[in-house]
């Protein structure tokens, strides 16, 4: 791991019928979640599911923008971009 962080925007799916990466678009890598994006429940399930992707803790994982929206920046610590992009499958 190395002291870099790795800011990645992110397009959220609640209430789909399981956790996924689906691909990209607009720039963006578009995540189908199972949470309904209520009381945080989509938020807290995306960076479950990014940190277990990546193989990082929970506590790397931070949203940094668009918290209450679909449209997300999402900031994993001790990884760089093309890492977390290779473990998101993409």
Avoid at 3 to 27: H, N, T
Avoid at 33 to 47: H, R
Wanted: hydrophobic share 50%; net charge positive.
């Amino acid at each position: 791991m190395s002291g870099e962080s790795a800011l990645l925007a992110v397009r959220v799916q609640p209430r789909a019928k399981r956790d996924e990466v689906v691909g990209e678009r607009a720039g963006a890598v578009v995540i189908r979640l199972a949470a309904p994006p209520v009381d945080g429940k989509a938020n807290a399930a995306l960076t479950a599911f990014i940190a277990k992707a990546a193989g990082v803790p929970r506590s790397h994982v931070e949203i940094v923008r668009g918290a209450s929206a679909r449209d997300k920046v999402v900031r994993v610590s001790g990884m760089a971009e093309r890492e977390l992009r290779r473990a998101l499958g993409l």
